[in-house]
């Protein structure tokens, strides 16, 4: 079924007919939704990773997911996934996301987490605040393991907040483009940062309510989202 979303779905059939039997050749078999559906007939994945860096030789080190079904989060379906990197984490991060050496050892692998993340996002669109973090670090994480990268529509609620904030040229002061600070626009409650599962409820709580601004008597279509 062709499902076009902002030209993304001919590389993505191409991935599948290159990917190796396995999480990411499973995923790219399915179809992402059209541009014209309505974000409350769509499903979501928002998405948060921490990692010991923020360079290209950085490392994924815990991912968190939660559902967005019908306009709805989906509490059931959300994870958070440890991963043991091949590197320290460093103090740096360490004091940022509270994740330690020690703690990560145990952890899985990132093949592991990758394919729980993969399965979890099939046919859904992922969200995440700044999602040009996300997906570079997962789009490099899938090419070490798989070979080929992650090709995704993504939605952005920092773009999304600041669209919607801006309307009218109004200026935003700085920081105010935050997770916390854009929740707090938006009358949501405060929540604890730098924990992968918490950020990534935080960000689907957000994407609904930035949604909701960007529609008018019916909800809005991806077009307008993404």
């Not at 483009?177 to 918490?198: K, N």
């Amino acid at each position: 079924m062709w499902s076009p979303l902002f030209g993304t779905d001919i590389t993505r059939w191409g991935l599948a007919a290159l990917c190796p039997p396995g999480p990411l050749k499973s995923y790219y078999r399915i179809d992402t939704p059209t541009a014209d559906t309505p974000y409350t007939r769509a499903e979501f994945l928002a998405v948060d990773i921490e990692t010991t860096g923020l360079t290209r030789g950085d490392e994924i080190v815990s991912i968190g997911f939660v559902p967005v079904i019908g306009g709805r989060v989906r509490l059931a379906g959300a994870e958070h996934l440890l991963v043991r990197p091949n590197c320290p984490v460093g103090e740096a991060a360490a004091k940022v996301h509270g994740l330690l050496d020690d703690r990560l050892a145990a952890a899985g692998p990132l093949e592991a987490a990758l394919a729980r993340l993969l399965a979890a996002l099939a046919g859904r669109i992922p969200i995440a605040h700044h999602a040009a973090v996300e997906r570079a670090f997962l789009s490099r994480a899938c090419r070490a393991v798989y070979g080929r990268p992650l090709v995704t529509p993504w939605a952005d609620t920092l773009a999304l907040a600041k669209r919607n904030a801006t309307r009218g040229n109004a200026v935003l002061a700085n920081g105010e483009l935050r997770l916390s600070s854009c929740r707090r626009r938006r009358g949501l409650p405060r929540h604890r940062s730098h924990d992968a599962l918490a950020d990534a409820l935080a960000c689907a709580e957000l994407f609904l309510a930035e949604a909701a601004a960007c529609s008018g008597k019916a909800p809005a279509p991806l077009r307008d989202l993404l």
